[in-house]
C-alpha cells in the first residue's frame, strides 16, 4: 500500500519562506518521478512543480525562480522550497506519485497541507 504524508504547511507573511516535504511509503518512489500541486479555492488543481526519477526538475512558470523541488531516495521523501512566497500562492498543496520515471499520469496523492500567506 502506497502513501503519502505531506508536512510543512502553514502560516507565513508574504515574501517568507516554507518547505514542504512529502513522506512516501510503499512500493514507490526512488523510480517514480514526483511532483506537488495545489488547489486554491475555488480553482482547479495544477501542477506547481515535478521532479524525474533522474532527478531533473520542472517548475510552473508561476514558480520558477521562487521555488525549489528536490528528492531524497534514501529517506523515500520529497521537498518543495518555497522563497519569496506571494499571497496567491496561497492554497492547499499536494504531493503526487507518478506512473512513471517522469511526469506522466499522477498515481498516489498525499491529503494536502495547507499554505496560507498573509499580505
Known amino acids: 500500500q502506497v502513501q503519502l504524508v505531506e508536512s510543512g504547511g502553514g502560516l507565513v507573511q508574504a515574501g517568507g519562506s516554507l518547505r514542504l516535504s512529502c513522506a512516501a511509503s510503499g512500493r514507490i518512489f526512488s523510480g517514480n518521478a514526483m511532483g506537488w500541486f495545489r488547489q486554491a479555492p475555488g480553482k482547479q488543481r495544477e501542477s506547481v512543480a515535478s521532479?524525474?526519477?533522474?532527478?531533473?526538475?520542472n517548475y510552473a512558470d508561476s514558480v520558477k525562480g521562487r521555488f525549489t523541488i528536490s528528492r531524497d531516495n534514501a529517506k523515500n521523501t520529497v521537498y518543495l522550497q518555497m522563497n519569496s512566497l506571494k499571497p496567491e500562492d496561497r492554497a492547499v498543496y499536494y504531493c503526487?506519485?507518478?506512473?512513471?520515471?517522469?511526469?506522466?499520469?499522477?498515481?498516489?496523492w498525499g491529503q494536502g497541507t495547507q499554505v496560507t500567506v498573509s499580505s
Open positions: 521532479i524525474r526519477s533522474s532527478g531533473v526538475p
Open positions: 503526487a506519485a507518478y506512473r512513471d520515471s517522469w511526469p506522466s499520469v499522477p498515481m498516489y
